[in-house]
């Protein structure tokens, strides 16, 4: 796992996740253009400083060239300096850059360029939203891979005392319980399992078996 990252861009979200990154004992090196907003950071991130990170001479002065993980976030609405930042990144042979992209298009230009993870901070809020109101029993979710993704949910009235081989989740609703859990106490299902209320279930599930689960609990 990498060690080294420098952030560009400081922002509510490249500042996050630049003081999230030195919380869990990384270094990190945070780049932004203004002085206010460097200024304002001293005092929580230890390696802050001022430059124009749309240079490929002040970035290699900063040596920015020996990180392993660039994070490129600056403005939303600047796609011309996160893509010529970008470029600079992949031409310096950065291992792995990660790019806000603030439109589909944008960061479609940012995948051509070669970044190796594109994120959509506003989409992703968004879409954490509608779930949360559409869907009020999912506690947490988390993606796996194409369309599965671990989800934390209430187990639901109409499952007391129904063993988990009667409830046929895989087959009704494409869902594994991987455990559950009680007053923060894990416990691993087996067939023979059976549920109350105030459990809570950690599930492998498809959206749309999620969505189907939630339809017909809703009311229970």
């Known amino acids: 796992m990498a060690s080294q990252y420098v952030v560009i861009g400081l922002g509510e979200f490249g500042k996050n996740v630049a003081k999230e990154l030195q919380n869990i004992g990384k270094e990190v090196l945070a780049i932004d253009n203004s002085e206010e907003v460097v200024q304002n950071l001293s005092s929580e991130l230890t390696y802050v400083v001022k430059a124009d990170a749309t240079s490929q001479e002040a970035l290699e002065a900063l040596g920015v060239k020996n990180f392993e993980v660039a994070v490129v976030s600056v403005g939303g609405k600047d ?10 990144l992949k ?33 992703e809020m968004a879409i954490n939203l509608a779930n949360k109101l559409s869907m009020p029993n999912v506690l947490d979710r988390a993606a796996i891979a194409g369309n599965y993704k671990i989800y934390e949910v209430k187990v639901p009235k109409s499952f007391g005392n129904k063993t988990l081989k009667e409830l046929q989740l895989n087959k009704r609703y494409e869902m594994t319980v991987m455990l559950t859990k009680r007053e923060n106490v894990i416990n691993f299902p087996s067939a023979a399992t059976t549920f109350s209320e105030g459990e809570t279930m950690i599930v492998l599930s498809t959206d749309e078996g999620m969505r189907a689960f939630v339809e017909d609990n809703k009311n229970v």
Do not use: F
């Open 79 to 88: 796609v011309q300096a996160s893509l010529l930042i970008s470029l600079i």
């Open 91 to 123: 031409d310096m042979k950065i291992s792995q850059i990660v790019a806000r992209a603030s439109s589909e298009l944008h960061g479609r230009v940012l995948e051509k360029i070669g970044v190796n993870m594109v994120i959509y901070p506003e989409k």
